[in-house]
């Protein structure tokens, strides 16, 4: 029975933390980390959908705090801390999701535009990770899940300043894991490919930049929650997603030179809208 258990509840008594969990993969992530058992703390800036989502999350018979907060800011980001530790004495998993794109050559994002997708991709992780770490060091076998892209592996045209973002999130992955291995902390990397959110309408453009519909077939939210919560059971350490996805990554590992090409057919593609 107990055994049964912990195939269906494998999250059982386990408190999770999804930052950006108001939308997109991180609500996702929030109720499939809810259905495997855990409690949630669910972390955004708009209130009103935050507390939806817990709603749903609780639906399912478990524990569910949703705070507000602004990962760009330390003072949010505090509280967000004191309240899961007032609530729960500790955190398991913490999910570092919640991110913004960036559409458009590099020569004309806007300083003030790179900065901000920075400021949450980048920074925002950065700052999130630092203050809860005390509360993963309260837990054995805790974990810190962050997300980043397929487009994080590889630079392309349009998407330089988001891949910038989220190859530096990579690097800071690949870093923590080794600061934090001997206390048994473990740090995942999961790289969504196309999925179906609110992204796109989300993302800064570019002035005057806009992207045609994507030929490919996005995951859904769901499905990417459910291939992160099977990879956070498993301790994987990096899970790619879509077949595009990992052939892009794969095609750039072991030809590169011919994945420049590919690139290079893309920028040619790509056309200024409006102005
Ligand atoms: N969708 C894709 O195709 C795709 C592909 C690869 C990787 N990803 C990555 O997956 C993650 C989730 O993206 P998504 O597709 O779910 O996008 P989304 O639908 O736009 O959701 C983004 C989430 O982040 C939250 N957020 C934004 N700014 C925040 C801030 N300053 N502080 C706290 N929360 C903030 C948003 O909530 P509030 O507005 O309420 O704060 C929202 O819940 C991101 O890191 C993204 O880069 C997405």
Redesign the pocket.
Request: proline share 2%.
């Given at each position: 029975m107990v055994r049964a258990d912990m195939k269906t509840q494998p999250f059982k008594g386990r408190v999770v933390l999804v930052?950006?969990?108001?939308?997109?993969?991180?609500?996702a992530a929030a109720k499939a980390y809810a259905a495997a058992g855990a409690d949630v703390v669910l972390?955004?800036?708009?209130l009103s959908?935050?507390e939806d989502a817990a709603r749903e999350v609780a639906s399912l018979g478990v524990r569910a705090l949703p705070v507000r907060?602004?990962?760009?800011v330390g003072d949010d980001v505090a509280r967000l801390v004191a309240e899961t530790d007032a609530a729960f004495a500790g955190l398991d998993v913490l999910v570092n999701?919640?991110?913004?794109?960036l559409y458009g050559p590099l020569e004309d994002l806007g300083e003030a535009q790179l900065r901000q997708v920075f400021e949450?991709?980048v920074f925002?992780l950065w700052r999130m990770t630092r203050a809860a770490l005390p509360l993963l060091r309260k837990r054995r076998g805790s974990q810190v899940v962050n997300?980043s892209?397929?487009?994080g592996h590889r630079g392309l045209p349009m998407l330089g300043g988001y891949c910038a973002s989220?190859a530096a999130v990579n690097a800071m992955t690949e870093s923590l894991r080794a600061e934090l291995a001997a206390e048994g902390i473990r740090v995942l990397l999961v790289s969504?490919?196309?999925?179906e959110?609110?992204?796109r309408e989300?993302r800064l453009h570019a002035d005057g930049w806009r992207q045609d519909a994507i030929p490919l077939k996005a995951m859904s939210?769901e499905e990417v929650a459910a291939a992160m919560v099977r990879a956070s059971r498993r301790g994987h350490r990096d899970t790619v997603l879509t077949l595009p996805g990992r052939v892009m990554v794969l095609a750039n590992r072991w030809a590169p030179g011919l994945f420049d090409r590919v690139a290079r057919r893309m920028t040619a593609d790509s056309k200024k809208k409006g102005s």
């Open positions: 930052t950006g969990a108001s939308g997109g993969i991180g609500r972390a955004a800036r708009r959908q935050l907060c602004d990962v760009t999701n919640a991110g913004q794109g949450l991709n925002g997300v892209s397929v487009l989220k969504p490919g196309f999925t959110s609110d992204f989300n939210a």
